[in-house]
């Protein structure tokens, strides 16, 4: 279904099951479908409600508002719309910048957290240095001006963005799946370059406008071990910002939940418990 948030724009959304209510986002370069394992065994509780992103999917994409906050109150308004003023939120990667905002800015509305493989925005700056900031190549291209990223990209849509999928995976997705974010990516450069352009720019500027506060809520997040990689200790960066932490490694490629979804889903429970 279509959901309006803003004027002008709307979000697409998936809805499955019924009881409290648990928003999933995804992250990049992926649309909701990379839910499907998990929202399929919540929803025998849950409502689960998976929009694709502003900018993603079959959302819409408008040329502005890819700031996480105003990205996070695209996901309240989706909520409020389905007639729910408190739900849990758990994200993944671009979703889980929005999620970790959202958290912050609606501490009465978001009841739990869960996010998975990031770190904050200005820790994730942060430990970035030296040649080991090679990984994050993507976030220094696509934080130009506008531009030139986006020419580049797409020139090679396919090229770019199956990078990623190959590259961050410890398995292949299903080629439906991939031809899926594939072509969701390719028909999404111009808004996807905008989203990451804020992450180097204005959502800075909020996170530093908020050091100092925290999540309110339980917390919980799942990381690969790139702290071993790049020198950092990712539990205690995260305490700073949630008091209420469960920090856990895993064993698994960056996409998670399609990887690993048994275990994504076991955290989830024990959070939502």
């Known amino acids: 279904m279509k959901i309006p948030v803003a004027e002008g724009v709307e979000?697409?959304?998936?809805?499955?099951?019924?009881?409290?209510?648990?928003?999933?986002?995804?992250?990049?370069?992926?649309?909701?479908?990379?839910w499907r394992h998990v929202a399929a065994d919540l929803a025998a509780d849950h409502t689960v409600i998976c929009p694709d992103l502003r900018g993603y999917g079959d959302s819409d994409k408008p040329k502005t508002g890819y700031d996480k906050r105003t990205m996070a109150?695209?996901?309240?308004?989706?909520?409020?719309?389905?007639?729910?003023?408190?739900?849990?939120?758990?994200?993944?990667?671009?979703?889980?910048?929005?999620?970790?905002?959202?958290?912050?800015?609606?501490?009465?509305?978001?009841?739990?957290?869960?996010?998975?493989?990031?770190?904050?925005?200005?820790?994730m700056w942060d430990v970035l240095h030296g040649a080991n900031a090679a990984v994050g190549f993507h976030l220094y291209l696509m934080a130009q001006p506008p531009g030139l990223p986006?020419?580049?990209?797409?020139?090679?849509?396919?090229?770019?963005?199956?990078?990623?999928?190959?590259?961050?995976?410890?398995?292949?997705?299903?080629?439906?799946?991939?031809?899926?974010?594939?072509?969701?990516?390719?028909?999404?450069?111009?808004?996807?370059?905008?989203?990451?352009?804020?992450?180097?720019?204005?959502?800075?500027?909020?996170?530093?406008q908020d050091l100092g506060k925290t999540l309110k809520m339980p917390v919980t997040v799942m990381q690969q071990d790139w702290g071993a990689a790049l020198s950092y200790d990712a539990k205690a960066r995260w305490q700073k910002w949630a008091p209420e932490l469960t920090h856990i490694t895993v064993n698994s490629g960056h996409f998670m939940a399609e990887e690993s979804p048994a275990e994504v889903i076991k955290a989830l429970r024990d959070l939502l418990a």
Request: glycine fraction near 6%.
């Open 73 to 123: 109150q695209d996901i309240v308004e989706v909520a409020r719309h389905l007639g729910f003023e408190k739900f849990a939120l758990a994200g993944h990667d671009r979703g889980a910048h929005v999620a970790f905002r959202a958290g912050l800015d609606h501490p009465d509305t978001v009841t739990h957290l869960a996010m998975l493989d990031i770190l904050p925005t200005l820790d």
């Open 150 to 208: 986006e020419q580049m990209i797409n020139a090679a849509p396919d090229a770019f963005f199956g990078y990623f999928l190959d590259a961050w995976s410890n398995s292949p997705f299903p080629e439906d799946i991939r031809e899926a974010y594939l072509k969701a990516s390719r028909d999404a450069v111009e808004s996807i370059v905008a989203d990451y352009r804020a992450t180097a720019t204005v959502d800075i500027e909020h996170d530093t």
């Open 11 to 34: 979000l697409n959304v998936a809805v499955q099951g019924s009881g409290s209510p648990i928003v999933l986002l995804h992250g990049f370069p992926q649309t909701h479908l990379m």
